[in-house]
């Protein structure tokens, strides 16, 4: 096979193509990286290469893995592995060229399942914004509209593999940082349930118990069948998610059964409506689902509204902002101070300086009522809760960059765009991206569909099913991204 006939191919595919001996691990290792050399330098998705270590893993790769031979790209966020550089949008480990001394549990369970690791894509500065274009390394484009984000903080890995790249990739999601780039490159996101994976062996929670890890894919299989070799308690974890009765891949193509879903189309905590690209994607998945047999009605699901994380989530940011300063500080052995961050990250680096130890416990536990009101939800009204992914379709690159606002106008308007996405980080309940609609414009637009705590299975089930009845495998970005003109550096 020519290595352009794996550029569409999904993981478990090109494994298949392994496994039954019809390619090598090289051959779809050195498609993956000629893609990376023709693509990247419009696109800006890869920050860092490992090309000629992947080689010589690829020419020794052994074993039973599932994915063995099938290339993959890392966030450069967290899923460190041993002697790879680091550096999550910060100039600061950039400069002092930081690398890890070992592999997280995540990446030895991806490593081990046989997955090639080329190289480590683009984020933001520590994460916290919802568009991809850091001042170190620039602006990541989206392959469907170059002049548009991918989506944060997870968009150099979205990018990557909706440009064909390679078939899967890394991410991590605090505030919907899976499924937003998702929503905005045409993907598969889930945020697995909390603790679904491991953090460790470094942390056992990070940023309080919002972090979630997995993976974005072009396919619900996919999503699958990694969830399989990456879930599952790991040494020291704090708590874990109780294991599944049967493998995730096994509920691909499984009857999901009559499903209550309830749909909501205004942002939590506010009265404003989605814009209407996002709406209609909605609204037209709703009749699916019913077409399908659901019992499918609009949904208040009024405990999203009430204020406990609205009105806590501000200090809790700054917090963790300031930690991850003095941690890089201690890490490094020299002290770091908020000049050395991005201006808005350096507002909340200061603002955390005043967050005591009592307003932090006083935050979370007033977040941990607010998400017990919002899980009950599922036990008396819904299996299923139907929203869009993202308020808007994706944004103009510029409008949401480091310097394009004052820290405080960017810091709100990331938070109007993750208000569909963040709530489901509080409460830990699993929730996915799928690509069902595309606007006039062509811009993928992605809806959101949320289950019950540890759930997972239902909602592979209930994706397989809306893939099986209006796939989008066939839908494709442009072969060649037309050069963009310059991204706005803003006032």
Not at 134 to 156: K, M
Not at 253 to 270: F, S
Not at 308 to 322: E, I, K, R, S
Request: proline residues 9%; glycine residues 8%; charged residues 20%.
């Amino acid at each position: 096979m020519a290595g352009d006939d794996f550029t569409w191919l999904d993981a478990t595919a090109q494994a298949e193509l392994v496994r039954t001996g019809q390619v090598s691990p090289l051959e779809l290792l050195d498609a993956a990286i000629a893609r990376i050399e023709k693509l990247d330098g419009e696109l800006n998705a890869v920050v860092s290469t490992r090309f000629e270590q992947a080689r010589r893993e690829a020419v020794t790769a052994r074993g039973p893995g599932p994915f063995r031979g099938v290339p993959m790209l890392l966030k450069d966020f967290l899923c460190h592995t041993a002697g790879d550089p680091v550096h999550g949008g910060m100039r600061a480990l950039w400069e002092r060229d930081w690398r890890a001394q070992s592999d997280s549990y995540l990446a030895a369970r991806l490593r081990a399942a046989g997955f090639l690791f080329c190289g480590r894509t683009n984020t933001p500065e520590l994460a916290t914004s919802i568009t991809t274009e850091p001042l170190l390394h620039g602006a990541t484009r989206n392959p469907w509209d170059p002049a548009r984000s991918p989506g944060g903080s997870s968009g150099g890995s979205a990018a990557a593999v909706a440009a064909g790249m390679v078939p899967v990739a890394h991410g991590n999601d605090m505030a919907g940082s899976l499924r937003i780039p998702a929503a905005a490159c045409g993907l598969v996101g889930l945020k697995p349930s909390r603790a679904r994976t491991s953090l460790g062996p470094d942390f056992g929670e990070y940023w309080g118990q919002v972090t979630h890890e997995h993976v974005l894919t072009r396919s619900v299989r996919d999503t699958a069948a990694v969830l399989d070799v990456t879930a599952g308690a790991a040494p020291g974890d704090p708590y874990s998610a109780p294991p599944p009765d049967r493998p995730y891949r096994t509920e691909v193509g499984a009857d999901p059964g009559r499903l209550r879903i309830g749909y909501r189309i205004t942002a939590p905590g506010t009265c404003e409506t989605a814009h209407a690209d996002c709406v209609g994607a909605v609204e037209r998945t709703a009749r699916l689902l019913e077409s399908l047999g659901h019992q499918v009605a609009p949904s208040a699901a009024a405990a999203l509204d009430a204020p406990g994380m609205f009105d806590t989530m501000p200090a809790l940011l700054a917090a963790v902002v300031t930690w991850e300063l003095e941690a890089w500080s201690e890490r490094l052995g020299e002290r770091l101070s908020s000049s050395d961050l991005e201006p808005m990250n350096a507002m909340l680096a200061e603002a955390g300086r005043s967050v005591t130890a009592v307003q932090w416990i006083a935050a979370s536990l007033s977040s941990q009522r607010w998400a017990r009101g919002v899980a009950a939800l599922w036990e008396d009204e819904l299996d299923v809760l139907l929203t869009p992914t993202s308020p808007a379709p994706p944004a103009a690159l510029g409008e949401l960059a480091p310097d394009a606002k004052s820290p405080e106008e960017l810091a709100a308007g990331i938070a109007t765009g993750a208000a569909f996405t963040a709530p489901f980080n509080i409460t830990g309940q699993p929730a996915i991206s799928l690509p069902l609609h595309w606007n006039a414009d062509g811009l993928p637009i992605g809806v959101q569909l949320v289950a019950a705590q540890d759930r997972e299975d239902v909602l592979i089930r209930l994706a397989s099913q809306l893939e099986e009845a209006a796939p989008w495998s066939a839908r494709r970005p442009a072969e060649a991204p037309v050069r963009p003109a310059p991204v706005p550096s803003g006032p």
